[in-house]
């Protein structure tokens, strides 16, 4: 829709297909339909690493149309935001649909064609440009050039599919596998499902690969029938790649601001006030009840057994596990709970100041089907916005 629109603004004449019988449908859903739009800091120099191995790729369409430029856009639109907690914009109202609005007018205004329920079903090259596409019905369109900016795989009920992918190959573009990113863990031991919907705050995690450190951050979690989640979770999906063997964890710090040296005091001072206690009970303070009696039962103490008769190495047992919760990865939530799709588009094969293919002279790229991908917090959309834009400047001004 960014593309489209700012093309026909500087009149390029623009046909939009749309797969579904309405637009944003994926937009719609953002920001569990509130729309975080950007993030304060989606362009900044200290902050664009955040977008991993390919983020000095973004660098150019940032510099022409980034975060300030974007709330430009939609607050002489009419949308007026607000900033939440690390740096998320969203509108004031807090309706996604007032954002696809935006777009939808833009569209119209600059006399933008849209023909709904429209699926491609191949795409036509010849020599090293695309002649024409032919949809689902069998109907063949010509142009000058095309764009792709179908999205990736991830929610698959919105239309986003991953169709593309098999066009681009057969074009000859190299196509970075595909994986669900900024999703949930699924966990090896079953022991987790009896903390189930236990959630933990300002805990410390550290994601590990075949034991080497990767990332690690402070966060909240929660913990689901087969995995964990929560946004320091979902963060961490992205470096997670499956797809290559390897041997993925989680090391969990319940108590991050307490070293296990202080929290061994801490529990011979409690066997000392009252030596008479339970276990299970002198470890409330440290953890929910029903994580600590899970600790307790991965250590093989009795719950209900009196601080008085605890051993020392039984002591240091806990602290340790307090300390060092090890939980194996098993695998990621997929393509339909998973926000985002890392992998796409091998961002080697296009430049980055117009988005255009350098292997197919009239095709461009923008949004979510390119090798990119940012954390939780409204840094994928300004993907969109930022390479939307300068895509839409390239097919006008080329």
Do not use: W, Y
């Given at each position: 829709m960014m593309a489209a629109g700012r093309a026909g603004v500087l009149g390029a004449r623009v046909l939009l297909l749309e797969k579904n019988k309405s637009l944003g449908i994926k937009?719609?859903?953002?920001?569990?339909?509130?729309?975080?739009?950007?993030?304060?800091?989606?362009?900044?120099?200290?902050?664009i690493s955040c977008y991993g191995k390919n983020s000095k790729f973004l660098m150019s369409a940032f510099h022409r149309f980034g975060v300030e430029e974007t709330l430009d856009f939609f607050k002489e639109r009419g949308v007026v935001t607000k900033v939440e907690d690390n740096g998320r914009v969203f509108p004031k109202s807090d309706k996604a649909r007032d954002v696809l609005q935006v777009l939808v007018d833009y569209l119209i205004e600059n006399n933008v064609e849209i023909k709904y329920n429209s699926t491609v079903q191949n795409v036509i090259k010849k020599d090293d440009k695309i002649e024409k596409i032919i949809l689902e019905n069998g109907e063949e369109l010509m142009a000058d050039k095309f764009v792709i900016s179908v999205g990736g795989q991830s929610y698959p009920g919105t239309g986003s599919t991953g169709d593309a992918y098999v066009w681009l190959t057969e074009l000859g573009h190299t196509v970075i596998k595909p994986r669900p990113a900024l999703t949930s863990l699924i966990l090896t031991d079953n022991f987790i499902k009896a903390v189930e919907g236990v959630s933990l705050q300002n805990?410390?995690?550290?994601?590990?690969?075949?034991?080497?450190?990767?990332?690690?951050?402070?966060?909240?979690?929660?913990?689901?029938?087969?995995?964990?989640?929560?946004?320091?979770?979902?963060?961490?999906?992205?470096?997670?790649?499956?797809?290559?063997?390897?041997?993925?964890?989680?090391?969990?710090?319940?108590l991050p601001q307490t070293s296990e040296a202080d929290l061994?005091?801490?529990?011979?001072?409690?066997?000392?006030?009252?030596?008479?206690?339970m276990i299970k009970n002198s470890l409330t303070p440290l953890a929910p009840s029903r994580l600590g009696v899970l600790l307790l039962w991965l250590l093989n103490i009795d719950p209900e057994k009196p601080l008085s008769i605890m051993t020392k190495d039984e002591r240091k047992g806990i602290v340790r596990l307090l300390k060092n919760f090890v939980l194996e990865i098993k695998d990621v939530k997929g393509f339909d709970k998973a926000m985002i799709t890392a992998g796409g588009v091998d961002t080697r094969e296009v430049d980055p100041k117009t988005m255009q293919s350098k292997i197919i002279s009239n095709l461009y790229f923008a949004g979510e089907i390119l090798d990119l991908d940012g954390p939780t917090g409204g840094y994928n959309l300004q993907i969109c916005w930022s390479t939307g834009y300068v895509v839409g400047e390239a097919l006008a001004n080329s």
């Open positions: 937009l719609l859903a953002t920001g569990h339909g509130r729309c975080n739009l950007t993030n304060m800091s989606a362009d900044k120099k200290e902050t805990v410390g995690i550290v994601l590990k690969n075949d034991n080497k450190k990767i990332l690690s951050k402070n966060g909240s979690l929660i913990f689901t029938a087969d995995g964990v989640s929560g946004p320091a979770i979902i963060d961490m999906s992205r470096e997670i790649d499956l797809t290559v063997p390897s041997k993925f964890s989680l090391s969990l710090d319940l061994d005091v801490q529990f011979q001072k409690e066997f000392q006030r009252d030596g008479n206690k």
